[in-house]
C-alpha cells in the first residue's frame, strides 16, 4: 500500500523548494509548480521508472515538462530523487547555473528543453513513437501539461496522431489549475469539457481531484495498464496549493511569493527527503539490419530533379545506416520521402498535414540517438518555426528538407513557393542551410547531414535541373563550385539551385559581348565558402547575387556577410523575388521575378557600366 503520509510530505517538499528556488533566483513560476506537486509526488514515488544516476539507461521512462514554467518543481524533483544537491537547487536561475528559467537538456535527464508551450506533448509522442517502433523497450513517456496550453494547436495535433497511433505507452497529465497569466483559461474547471474533447480524438480520459493522493495514485495505476490507447489525467488542482496568500488567486503568475519565508512555515518548514524512483527493467533498444549498397549517381548532361535525387540518397543511406529514419508531412510522394518508405517501411512515418508535430517527433527520435530527416513542401515548414528554434534550444540534431522552392515550381502559385525558408533557417543558431543545383551534389549532401550536429536545412526544387557535378567531386558542407572562370574575368555571378542555370545562360550571352562572368554555384548558403568569394571580389570588378527566394536573408545577404570584412570589395547587387508571385510556367515566373537569364545580363552590364 502506498504511504500517504511520505506522499504528503514529499509533495510539501517539492511545493517549498518551488518558493526557495523562486525566491533565491528572484524570479520564476512558484505558483504555477506548487498546483502540480501532489501530482508529481505520486509520479515520483512509485510509477515512474527512472534511473537517476545512469540517465542514459536506454529502458528509463521520460518524464516531458510540457510546461516548462513550472521549472521549479521540475528541479524540487531532481532534487529529491537525489540528481542534484540543495546547493544546486538554489542556483535557479543564475548565470551559469545549469537550473535554467525553463528546463533544458543542460540537466540530465532532461530530453528536450520546454517552456514554449505546446510543444512537449507532441515531443512525447515523438518519444513514443520511437519506443513502439524503433527501441521495441517498455518505457513509458509521462508528459506534464498545464492547462494554458490546451488552446494550442499543436497540442491536438499531439493528441490526433497519438489517438490514432494508439500509443498507449504515453500518458498526459494536464494540471488544471484554472488560471493563465492574466485570467481564467477557456474551460476553466470544466473537467467534463476536457473530457470530451480527448475521447472524441481517441485517448481515455480520466478526471480527478489532483490534490487527492488515492485518486492521483489510482488514475497513474490505470493509465500503465490501459492498453490500445493513451491516457490523459486531467487533475483539477489550485495555483499555488498550501499557501493561503496566493493559492487560487488572480495575478500572481510568473513571480516569487512576497513572503516566502511565512509560506514555507505554513507548508510545514523546509524538509530533506529522498524519494526512492523505481528503476526500469534492464532492456537494449532494437537495431535494424541493412543490406548495404551504394549511393546513387548520374552522368553529367543528364536531367533530374533534386527532389528525386533526395528520396533516393535517402533511400540509399537507409541500406547503409540502421539509424536513419524518416518522417514526412503526408507529400512524400512529392518530397520524393515514398522512395525511403517503399524501401524501409518500418523505419518511416507518416505524420500526415501536422508540420509541428512532425518536427517535434523528429526531435523525440534523436533523443533516443536515431538519425531523423523530416520532409515537406519548403513553404510549410515556416508553420513550424518555433519548433525549429526550440528544436536548437534543445541542442537537437535535425536533417529537414524543403522541397517545392520558389517561384520556379510554376503553376501551384504563392501559396506552395518556399520564398521564406533560407532566411528561416539561416537565423537558427548553429543550423546547415544547403540548397543544391544537381542531382549529385543533393546526394552528397544527403549523406553528409547524416552527420551533422545541430538543425540542417535542405532546399530541393520540383523541376528537373542538369547534372553539371561529377559524381567523384568534393561536394561539402562549407563548399562551393566555381563553374566558370578566368584570370581576366570582369564579374562574379553567385546563384544557387535554380538560378545556376541561369547564371550559366547569362554567362554565355556576357560572353558574346565580350564580358567575361566567372559563376560560382554557392550550394552551401550557411556555412558559406567565404574563402572562394573573398577571392572572387579581389579578382572581379562587381559581384551580382541571383536567387529565387525574397531579396531580405537569403543568398545575397548571406553572400553580404562574408564579404563584409573586406575592405575593398567591389560594388555587389542582389537579384531576388521582388514582387508577388503568381501562377505561370516556372519560365514565365523567373521573368517576370527578374531572376532569369535576361535579367542577369541586363544587371550585370548595368554594374559594369555604373561610375562606382
Known amino acids: 500500500m502506498p504511504n500517504n503520509d511520505f506522499r504528503h510530505e514529499l509533495a510539501q517538499q517539492l511545493r517549498v523548494d518551488s518558493v526557495r528556488t523562486s525566491d533565491a533566483g528572484g524570479s520564476g513560476h512558484p505558483t504555477s509548480s506548487m498546483s502540480a506537486a501532489d501530482l508529481m509526488a505520486v509520479l515520483l514515488d512509485g510509477h515512474l521508472k527512472l534511473d537517476y544516476k545512469n540517465p542514459d539507461n536506454p529502458a528509463n521512462d521520460h518524464l516531458v515538462f510540457s510546461k516548462g514554467h513550472a521549472s521549479p518543481l521540475y528541479y524540487a524533483m531532481l532534487k529529491a530523487a537525489g540528481a542534484i544537491t540543495d546547493e544546486e537547487l538554489l542556483s535557479f536561475r543564475a548565470f551559469g547555473s545549469r537550473l535554467e528559467g525553463h528546463p533544458t537538456p543542460r540537466i540530465p535527464p532532461t530530453d528536450v528543453a520546454t517552456g514554449s508551450l505546446g510543444y512537449g506533448l507532441p515531443v512525447g509522442v515523438g518519444l513514443a513513437l520511437t519506443g513502439k517502433r524503433l527501441d521495441a523497450l517498455p518505457y513509458r513517456v509521462w508528459v506534464l501539461c498545464g492547462d494554458s496550453e490546451m488552446s494550442e494547436g499543436s497540442i491536438w495535433e499531439a493528441f490526433q496522431h497519438a489517438g490514432w497511433a494508439g500509443l498507449d505507452n504515453l500518458t498526459a497529465i494536464v494540471d488544471v489549475n484554472r488560471l493563465g497569466q492574466t485570467r481564467e483559461t477557456m474551460l476553466g474547471w470544466d473537467l467534463d469539457g476536457y473530457v470530451a474533447r480527448a475521447e472524441a480524438f481517441g485517448w481515455k480520459a480520466i478526471a480527478i481531484d489532483g490534490h487527492d493522493l488515492d485518486a492521483v495514485d489510482a488514475a497513474l495505476s490505470q493509465a500503465t495498464s490501459t492498453t490500445d490507447r493513451p491516457t490523459v489525467i486531467f487533475a483539477k488542482t489550485r495555483k499555488g496549493r498550501g499557501v493561503k496568500a496566493v493559492e487560487d488567486k488572480p495575478g500572481r503568475h510568473g513571480k516569487p511569493l512576497e513572503e516566502p519565508a511565512e509560506a514555507i512555515e505554513e507548508l510545514g518548514g523546509a524538509r530533506s527527503i529522498t524519494v526512492k524512483v523505481r528503476t526500469p527493467t534492464p532492456g537494449s533498444p532494437q537495431r535494424f539490419s541493412t543490406d548495404g549498397g551504394k549511393l546513387p549517381r548520374w552522368e553529367i548532361g543528364e536531367e533530374v530533379a533534386t527532389r528525386q535525387a533526395y528520396g533516393q540518397a535517402l533511400t540509399a543511406l537507409g541500406g547503409l545506416r540502421g539509424d536513419v529514419v524518416v518522417l514526412d508531412g503526408e507529400v512524400s510522394n512529392s518530397t520524393m520521402s515514398e522512395l525511403f518508405a517503399k524501401a524501409h517501411p518500418e523505419r518511416y512515418f507518416e505524420m500526415f498535414i501536422a508540420e509541428q508535430q512532425m518536427i517535434a517527433a523528429a526531435v523525440g527520435m534523436q533523443a533516443r540517438n536515431w538519425v531523423p530527416f523530416a520532409s515537406t513542401f519548403g513553404a510549410f515548414l515556416t508553420r513550424a518555426h518555433d519548433f525549429v528554434r526550440m528544436a536548437a534550444v534543445s541542442r537537437a540534431d535535425l536533417r529537414l528538407c524543403g522541397s517545392h522552392a520558389g517561384v520556379s515550381i510554376g503553376e501551384d502559385g504563392p501559396s506552395q513557393m518556399a520564398l521564406e525558408d533560407i532566411s528561416m533557417f539561416r537565423t537558427v543558431h548553429g543550423s546547415t542551410v544547403l540548397h543544391p543545383s544537381d542531382a549529385n551534389q543533393t546526394v552528397a549532401l544527403v549523406a553528409e547531414m547524416a552527420t551533422l550536429p545541430g538543425i ?84 572581379t570588378r562587381a559581384v551580382l547575387t541571383v536567387e529565387d527566394h525574397w531579396p531580405e536573408g537569403g543568398l545575397g545577404d548571406a553572400v553580404l556577410d562574408a564579404l563584409a570584412a573586406c575592405p575593398d570589395r567591389p560594388p555587389v547587387r542582389k537579384l531576388a523575388v521582388g514582387a508577388m508571385p503568381v501562377s505561370g510556367k516556372p519560365g514565365e515566373l523567373l521573368h517576370a521575378a527578374h531572376i532569369d537569364a535576361e535579367a542577369v545580363v541586363t544587371a550585370a552590364r548595368q554594374l559594369l557600366e555604373s561610375p562606382g
Not at 457 to 474: A, F, H, I, M, Q
Not at 490 to 507: N, R, Y
Open 456 to 539: 540542417s536545412y535542405l532546399r530541393t526544387l520540383r523541376g528537373k535541373t542538369p547534372v553539371r557535378t561529377s559524381p567523384d567531386e568534393n561536394i561539402r558542407v562549407g563548399g562551393s563550385r566555381v563553374v566558370r572562370c578566368g584570370d581576366d574575368d570582369d564579374l562574379t555571378i553567385v546563384a544557387c539551385g535554380i538560378t545556376v542555370t541561369e547564371a550559366e545562360k547569362a554567362a554565355e550571352v556576357l560572353d558574346g559581348d565580350g564580358i567575361k562572368a566567372r559563376v560560382i554555384d554557392c550550394y552551401s548558403i550557411k556555412p558559406i565558402d567565404g574563402n572562394t568569394l573573398v577571392d572572387a571580389a579581389h579578382q
